[in-house]
């Protein structure tokens, strides 16, 4: 990146393409979670920064603000795309980004799918699930395999042709800690990190192995199931909050993408141009 271009990015300012094609206008992109909201603001095809915030219940005013505090320089004029699979905060999220940008935003549904949906229930398919298989499909090729460790894990298939073909929803790893420890009365909730060895000399690390490297052996299954049916060797890329935690204690994985879920909004948003 010049110099110029490096100046005008910490300013704001709008940054002309390469070869005269115009000014390259911001896109803020919404990935609304049961537990946590992804927020990124792209400039071209680069994720300038992003933000992880707690999916609460919020108003639409309570919403844009916490976007003006985010987005600091303004998004008047900006586009907007948003992924949600909590209806209770769809319409708040529609409706702060379009005060914030002044353009209605682009809600991902599997009716404007750019990627085929190769299920039973095409318009059951979480727009979520829509966003990796797309970003799997296109950033690391097929066929692939996306295990997205949040509330819930979702392990979204594309097959050799290009086409989402299913998967499997799991429990997520705190969700399934959560539930250990509600239900176990001498059980206390515990920091989750890598155990030391897989043989626990104390109940908090009876725990940690069971809880993380237990998940890792449930990733590993079906992932290896998956591989079976899907035929050849699919790419495995872990996204989501604690991917960073678990992906180095599976076998299957072979990379990490964070922000795997905006990158695939940011593709849909440029496939319904």
């Known amino acids: 990146m010049s110099a110029a271009r490096r100046v005008a990015k910490r300013r704001g300012a709008r940054v002309t393409r390469k070869g005269g094609a115009g000014p390259t206008q911001p896109l803020i992109a919404v990935d609304v979670g049961n537990t946590e909201t992804v927020v990124g603001r792209f400039l071209g095809a680069e994720l300038e920064e992003s933000w992880r915030v707690t999916s609460g219940r919020s108003t639409a005013d309570e919403l844009r603000l916490s976007l003006e505090s985010m987005l600091r320089t303004g998004a008047a004029g900006s586009a907007s795309v948003l992924c949600s699979v909590v209806p209770s905060l769809t319409a708040k999220w529609s409706e702060a980004l379009q005060a914030m940008t002044g353009r209605e935003p682009l809600e991902v549904t599997a009716a404007n799918s750019p990627i085929p949906l190769h299920v039973a229930e095409p318009d059951a398919v979480g727009p979520d699930r829509i966003a990796n298989a797309l970003a799997g ?15 819930a894990t979702t392990f979204d298939c594309v ?28 059980l206390s909730s515990i920091e989750l990190r890598r155990p030391e060895r897989a043989i626990g000399r ?35 890329v872990a996204t989501g909050g604690q ?18 879920t905006l990158r695939g909004l940011r593709l849909l948003w440029e496939a319904s141009r």
Not at 143 to 150: A, E, F, K, L, T
Not at 243 to 260: F, N, Q, Y
């Open 137 to 151: 499909r296109v950033l690391h090729g097929s066929p692939c395999i996306v295990v997205d460790v949040g509330t």
């Open 159 to 186: 097959s050799k042709q290009g086409a989402f073909v299913g998967g499997a929803i799991a429990p997520g790893l705190g969700t399934a800690s959560d539930e250990l420890f509600r239900r176990a009365a001498r």
């Open 202 to 236: 104390t109940t908090a690390e009876n725990l940690r192995v069971g809880v993380l490297w237990g998940y890792a052996g449930l990733v590993d299954a079906l992932v290896r199931r998956m591989r079976g049916e899907l035929g050849g060797r699919p790419r495995v």
């Open 243 to 260: 991917a960073r935690l678990v992906a180095p204690e599976c076998e299957t994985v072979d990379l990490v993408d964070e922000g795997l």
